[in-house]
Each structure stands twice: as structure tokens, then as C-alpha cells.
């Protein structure tokens, strides 16, 4: 069975412009339903936000304080787990196979999927049919929406994101809307972050500057659209729904919950699978069983107990890329965790061009950056110190980096 892991999306290639610190975020509330179009004209769902992070500063908190009063109108808070129960019976009703998880209250991540019995190593799970999967080709209820967005030819992500925001917005007549009530209103993502938070909270992290990217990325992405698409058709895309923060909470579903089913060539959503939270510790992925079945899958790489929470992988990640894409830097010991160490050549040393031939002759420079890991480094990290640090005085001996 090929494997999929759960989607980074460092990479996702929206757009990438330097601009200036982010506007306060003040968009209205959705409208009351009869100033909407049709396909939007449904009253906010549920109420309840979350933030994930402890804010230090006062000045944060009260920005905080008013972004949470501009989120999104549907969605609940993952710490309760109260809209569960509705998403289990839709999925049950609708020909999801019983199963032996429960979705629970867990102590870290909100809720997860619990087992309900015993579980042995190289069972498989979930078989969620492939009709409950959201993909960039699932049928939008909002034809009209679904006709701009296709004729627009929108990758994967924006189209997604915008199929979020149009379902979720119409409430109960969406098909989806018990999977909308259970999906976190403020989605663990970096993109809840202002970029002061950023540049606070990572001041000294790796991965600062590429949250400060994805950040702009999403917001600039938004406004493109919002300029050759949702101000052209402003029934179809009312602005008090297609807000940025709208657009923000939709990203910020796909990156934490978005799927790559490698079997299938295609990214999805897929609901109740996404309910399982990461372990560095497991390596169990998500996969589209194409054969009998045709459902989502995965295979447990250990044996679990009744109650014990069951964990999938989301790849082997390290904490700065967990936060970015997913919001959550893991409580366990990650061994994909490391930290780069840059090395290089005295510019006085007097056998500099020397030591520097013999570094290229085996592919490396100078700086030249190493992972170093909890569990260990590369042993060519040795042979660069090594080299690097000789007093030789003969070129010849400088084939030491092998040693
Ligand atoms: C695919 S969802 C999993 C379901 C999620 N716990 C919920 O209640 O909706 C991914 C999100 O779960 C949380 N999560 C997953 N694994 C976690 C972990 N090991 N520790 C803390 N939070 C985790 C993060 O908020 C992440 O963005």
C-alpha cells in the first residue's frame, strides 16, 4: 500500500510579495440572512473560539481579543466535543462501516480518535468511503460559485479554500454541514498569528521567516482574488463572507487537515480520518484503498488498548515545520528534530585554497551547514571538523576528510 502523509504546505505556490505588516483584522461578522445571496443566506451555526497559543503580552491579548470577535460564524471549539456525536451519526447513517474508534476528549490536540477495543499491530481502520471525501472536484452546492471557480482555472488550494468558505456559509443546506460544525472555528494554524506574534514567539526560530511568508502568501492570494474574482461577481461572492479572515480560517483547515491520497493523485479532506492526531513516535499513514473497499485506510503500526488514543503520522517533521503547517509543536520527544550548525574555513588559514579543493572534491563548501539531531549528526559533520580544524602543512594530506 503506497503511503500518504499528511500535505506541508511550505511549498504551496500561491504568490510570495513582500508587504507591509498585516491591517488590523476588522471584517464584519456574516450578515443576517436576507442580505445575502442565496447560496449564503444562512445564520451563524455555532458559536466558541480558541486559541491555541498563551499570550504573554497585554498589548497581544487585546489584538487577540479583537481578532476572535471577527472569526468565522461556523465551526466550534475542538475542546468540546459536543458536535461529534452529530458528525458520527451523519457519517454512520450515511454507510460509514462501525468502528472501533470514538472520537474523545484527549489531553493534548483537543479531540482525537480513541479505540473502543482492543487493537492489535497491522490492523486496519477507519475505511471512510470515498463519497465523504472534499476534493477540488467535489460537486459545489452553490453551482454558480462552482462555474466561476472552474472557469477561473484556480489550483488546488484556492479552490478548496473557496469551496470551504461556500459550503460552510450555507449552513444547514450544505450536505457537509455536520462535518463544517465539528471543524475548528480558529484552526490551530500559524495563520491566526499576526506578524508581530511571529516576530515575537519565533523571534529565534528557523522557521520565522517562512511563517512571515506563508502568512502574506495566504493574505496576498486572498487579495488577488478578491480583485479579479469576488469584486466581479459580488452576489455570488458577498464581501461580508469571502473576508479575509474567512479566507484565512479556510487555509488554515486545509493546512492542518488537508490530505495527499498519493493512490488517488489528489488532495483531500477527509472527515472523521481527520480527527487523528500526530505521534512523532508512530508511523502509520492515511491511504485511499483502491481495491475492495475504495476507502480511506490505515494500518496501525502498534497494538493499542480500549481508551488509548490512536495516532497516525503526519510525516517525519520536525517541531518548527508541525507549527507551521499544523499549529502544535509535539509534547514527546521528536527525532526529526534538529538544528543546523554552520561550519566553515578560517579565512587566515594559510592552507585555505587547499582545504577548500579537497572539500569540493567531495561535494561540500564553505559555510557548510549540518543537521544535528537529538539521536545524532552526519559522520561527514566529523570529517569537515576535522579538515577544517588540521594544522597540515602538505595539500596532499588534506584527503583526511574521508576518515
Ligand atoms: C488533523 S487535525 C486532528 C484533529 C484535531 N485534534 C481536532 O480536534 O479537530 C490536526 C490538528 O490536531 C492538533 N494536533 C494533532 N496532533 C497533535 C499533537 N500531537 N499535539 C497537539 N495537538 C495536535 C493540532 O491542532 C492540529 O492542527
Excluded at 99 to 125: F, I, P, Y
Amino acid at each position: 500500500m503506497a503511503m500518504a502523509a499528511l500535505v506541508f504546505h511550505g511549498a504551496v505556490a500561491l504568490r510570495s510579495s513582500l508587504l507591509p505588516p498585516l491591517p488590523a483584522l476588522a471584517s464584519p461578522h456574516l450578515a443576517p440572512a436576507m442580505s445575502l445571496s442565496l447560496c449564503h443566506g444562512i445564520p451563524p451555526i455555532v458559536s466558541g473560539s480558541l486559541r491555541t497559543t498563551k499570550h504573554k503580552e497585554k498589548e497581544m491579548m487585546d489584538k487577540d481579543k479583537d481578532r476572535k470577535k471577527t472569526g468565522v460564524s461556523w465551526g466550534c471549539d475542538p475542546r468540546s466535543i459536543e458536535n461529534g456525536t452529530l458528525l458520527q451519526d451523519w457519517l454512520t447513517n450515511e454507510g460509514l462501516a462501525k468502528q472501533k474508534l470514538v472520537l474523545d476528549r484527549v489531553e493534548s490536540g483537543g479531540r482525537g480518535l480513541v479505540a473502543t477495543q482492543s487493537l492489535r499491530q497491522g490492523e486496519r481502520l477507519l475505511f471512510v468511503p470515498s463519497k465523504f471525501l472534499i476534493s477540488a472536484d467535489s460537486e459545489w452546492g452553490c453551482a454558480e460559485t462552482g462555474k466561476i471557480i472552474k472557469e477561473a482555472g484556480l489550483p488546488e488550494w484556492p479552490t478548496l479554500a473557496i469551496f470551504l468558505i461556500s459550503e460552510a456559509s450555507r449552513g444547514t443546506t450544505s450536505p457537509w454541514f455536520p462535518y463544517f460544525v465539528t471543524l475548528p472555528k480558529t484552526p490551530s494554524s500559524i495563520l491566526q498569528w499576526t506578524e508581530d506574534e511571529v516576530n515575537i514567539w519565533l523571534t529565534a526560530s528557523p522557521v520565522r521567516e517562512k511563517a512571515l511568508e506563508c502568512i502574506r502568501d495566504v493574505t496576498e492570494t486572498y487579495r488577488d482574488l478578491r480583485a479579479t474574482i469576488f469584486s466581479k461577481h459580488p452576489d455570488v461572492f458577498p464581501s461580508q463572507v469571502y473576508t479575509l479572515e474567512a479566507f484565512k480560517w479556510a487555509f488554515g483547515i486545509l493546512f492542518s487537515r488537508l490530505v495527499r491520497l498519493p493512490s488517488l493523485g489528489k488532495l483531500a479532506l477527509v472527515p472523521w480520518a481527520d480527527m487523528l492526531n500526530h505521534s512523532p513516535q508512530v508511523d502509520a499513514f492515511l491511504d485511499f484503498d483502491q481495491s475492495n473497499g475504495k476507502s480511506v485506510v490505515f494500518v496501525t503500526d502498534r497494538a493499542y488498548q480500549p481508551g488509548e488514543q490512536v495516532f497516525i503520522s503526519y510525516g517525519k517533521r520536525p517541531s518548527g515545520e508541525l507549527l507551521l503547517a499544523y499549529g502544535f509543536i509535539p509534547s514527546e520527544f521528536n527525532a526529526h528534530d534538529y538544528v543546523e550548525l554552520e561550519m566553515g574555513l578560517d579565512n587566515e588559514d594559510p592552507s585555505y585554497d587547499a582545504k577548500l579543493t579537497a572539500l569540493e572534491e567531495h561535494g561540500l563548501s564553505s559555510p557548510q551547514r549540518f543537521p544535528v539531531r537529538k539521536d545524532g549528526f552526519p559522520a561527514q559533520l566529523l570529517a569537515y571538523a576535522r579538515l577544517i580544524s588540521s594544522r597540515v602543512s602538505n595539500p596532499a594530506q588534506l584527503s583526511l576528510i574521508d576518515g
